[in-house]
């Protein structure tokens, strides 16, 4: 039985506890060179299906370069009803005066396209004065819907990488440093477990080990599979 877990998780993203494996390390690897700045390149493109990591890698990026970030779930929040009228542009709004331009979830962009000349308009004001430029969304650039195609030439001038943290190795290193960050004793055989009766995404996998976390603290028991079972037999 497959389950899923509700309750929010909230980590801490930056670099230091990202977890590098083999199906994200290209996308690291770029997203440094992007805030170190020790070389001309300064546009990201990273892709990849949902739990693969993109917004920790934008958002640890952003807080490196002192960037501003926005994710394409909130456009209806920051629009409004306001989709098409006239005044200035939202989107540049969010961003005036910002050192770096980060935007997740590109392939949620509406299809709208008032929205797609701003933010054409608003990627070369960063792109012609060297800011730099980091973006995220599901596909490749020329899958993505809803996007105008001369910014989908673009994307692909840049870094482009995919991330995939499909793999159970590469599930089994993020739970083992995600128990490590948290001072927590996270046998395997518990990871078993949760491979097992957890949806095998990785937000679903997260809140799983926060379930078993939060109880092991609430009853003052040790992280065991007598415990695990226990909490996935009354969910």
């Known amino acids: 039985m497959q389950l899923i877990f509700d309750f929010p998780v909230v980590p801490r993203f930056c670099f230091e506890n990202f ?12 997203a440094q060179r992007i805030a170190s700045g020790s070389d001309a390149e300064n546009l990201l493109y990273i892709y990849g299906p949902e739990g693969s990591g993109k917004t920790h890698l934008l958002t640890a990026l952003s807080s490196t370069i002192d960037g501003r970030y926005f994710s394409f779930r909130d456009a209806d929040a920051l629009y409004g009803k306001s989709y098409g009228s006239e005044g200035p542009s939202r989107l540049a709004e969010h961003f005036a005066g910002a050192k770096a331009l980060i935007l997740d979830d590109l392939d949620l962009l509406p299809d709208r396209q008032e929205l797609r000349v701003e933010l054409w308009e608003l990627f070369n004001a960063f792109y012609s004065s060297g800011r730099k430029i980091a973006i995220s969304g599901l596909t490749p650039p020329k899958e993505l819907p809803h996007l105008d195609g001369h910014l989908t030439s673009r994307l692909l001038w840049g870094l482009v990488a995919r991330m995939d943290v499909s793999d159970d190795e590469s599930r089994r290193m993020i739970l083992k440093k995600l128990a490590e960050d948290r001072q927590m004793t996270l046998p395997d055989e ?4 949760m491979l097992l009766k957890a ?21 003052k028991r040790k992280v065991s599979l007598r415990l695990a079972k226990e909490i996935f037999k009354s969910n």
């Open 19 to 30: 977890v590098v494996c083999g199906g994200n390390k290209t996308a690291y690897q770029f």
């Open 199 to 219: 949806r095998r995404d990785i937000p679903s996998l997260v809140y799983a080990l926060e379930t078993i976390n939060r109880t092991a603290i609430a009853t």
């Open 190 to 193: 518990v990871i078993d477990e």
